[in-house]
T-cell receptor, first 114, second 111 residues
Framework: DAMVIQNPRYQVTQFGKPVTLSCSQT?????MYWYQQKSSQAPKLLFH???????NEADTPDNFQSRRPNTSFCFLDIRSPGLGDAAMYLC?????????????FGPGTRLTVL | RKEVEQDPGPFNVPEGATVAFNCTYS??????FFWYRQDCRKEPKLLMS???SGNEDGRFTAQLNRASQYISLLIRDSKLSDSATYLC????????????FGTGTRLQVTL
């Protein structure tokens, strides 16, 4: 089945130790997104790619970086995780066309920072 | 003011009840609207889009009031399986891809 896959599902890291989260998709969608969602809060968009065109949100900290080596894969790098970065990280994909196009989410990676 | 505001709930209703959620948005130029459902510790999934004319999908009815900048979701004949958080989502104008999410309204349906 076509889908959005995230690995790992659970990640534990130490304060300040770099971590990379992975997302892959078989939907062949042009657009890929990374969201951060903390408990009882709305998903917050960190950045998105339209093909290889990177779009950063103005309030995304420099600590968060992303790479998209090809259509299928996208990575979220957290260079120096702090306790406040503990959250669920959601990857999503969509086609660019149409104002009612759906975003398809992966199952998320839950990050714990010790 | 938040871009998308929802009552966080929880709404506790008995099975079979009708329940309604409202959501307000601040950007009058927003172009499209959605309800997503999120189960506990799972990813959001599209429940339904919300069109200007209103739309219905089985037990679910969505309405949009552009003049008052609010969106509603009505669930009839609630099932235990409807227990989830319902996220109101808005696509701002001029952003082909971005979505803005509300914090969600939690629904608990009980026996």
């Amino acid at each position: 089945d076509a889908m959005v896959i995230q690995n790992p599902r659970y990640q534990v890291t130490q304060f300040g130790k770099p971590v990379t989260l992975s997302c892959s998709q078989t939907l062949n969608h042009n657009v890929m997104y990374w969201y951060q969602q903390k408990s009882s809060q709305a998903p917050k968009l960190l950045f998105h790619y339209y093909d290889k065109d990177f779009n950063n949100e103005a309030d995304t900290p420099d600590n968060f970086q992303s790479r998209r080596p090809n259509t299928s894969f996208c990575f979220l790098d957290i260079r120096s995780p702090g306790l406040g970065d503990a959250a669920m990280y959601l990857c999503a994909t969509s086609t660019p066309a149409g104002v009612y196009n759906e975003q398809f989410f992966g199952p998320g990676t839950r990050l714990t920072v010790l | 003011r938040k871009e998308v505001e929802q009552d966080p709930g929880p709404f506790n209703v008995p099975e079979g009840a009708t329940v309604a959620f409202n959501c307000t948005y601040s950007n009058s130029a927003s172009q499209s609207f959605f309800w997503y459902r999120q189960d506990c510790r799972k990813e959001p999934k599209l429940l339904m889009s919300v069109y200007s004319s209103g739309n219905e999908d089985g037990r679910f009815t969505a309405q949009l009031n552009r003049a008052s900048q609010y969106i509603s979701l009505l669930i009839r004949d609630s099932k235990l399986s409807d227990s989830a958080t319902y996220l109101c989502v808005v696509r701002p104008t001029g952003t082909a891809s971005k979505l803005t999410f509300g914090t969600g309204t939690r629904l608990q349906v009980t026996l």
